[in-house]
Nanobody, 128 residues
Framework: QVRLVESGGGSVQSGGSLTLSCAASGITFSSNCIGWFRQAPEKEREGVAQLTSRGPTTYADSVKGRFTISQDNTKNTLYLDMNNLKPEDTAMYYC??????????????????????WGQGTQVTVSS
């Protein structure tokens, strides 16, 4: 059984930083694509960052240069370092994983429809 558990969300002021963690079980990062997504109220869920073992790392344009995705295979944990946070980054952040290898464009790799397994989310709120 695949389980993804996010943590690390919170409230920060604009310009602040947070690091999100996603502890995974029942899945190996080397065999799947993993990523971070977010959903703000009344908006669609969007891809933030994604990485593939021995493959490309992809970021949404809105977070490039500010967010960094990484993984620790020894802990089976995914991270998202978020710096210079802005009010528009306020959203529920989700960790997700595919059911296998993922091919396709960067846009597809950041599309929620490509992912099978989801965590429950962690809230990030950035105040101005």
């Amino acid at each position: 059984q695949v389980r993804l558990v996010e943590s690390g969300g919170g409230s920060v002021q604009s310009g602040g930083s947070l690091t999100l963690s996603c502890a995974a079980s029942g899945i190996t990062f080397s065999s799947n694509c993993i990523g971070w997504f977010r959903q703000a109220p009344e908006k669609e869920r969007e891809g933030v960052a994604q990485l593939t073992s021995r493959g490309p790392t992809t970021y949404a344009d809105s977070v490039k240069g500010r967010f960094t995705i990484s993984q620790d295979n020894t802990k089976n944990t995914l991270y998202l370092d978020m710096n210079n946070l802005k009010p528009e980054d306020t959203a529920m952040y989700y960790c997700a994983a595919t059911s296998g290898a993922l091919a396709g464009s960067s846009a597809y790799r950041l599309s929620p429809i490509a992912y099978t397994y989801w965590g429950q989310g962690t809230q990030v709120t950035v105040s101005s």
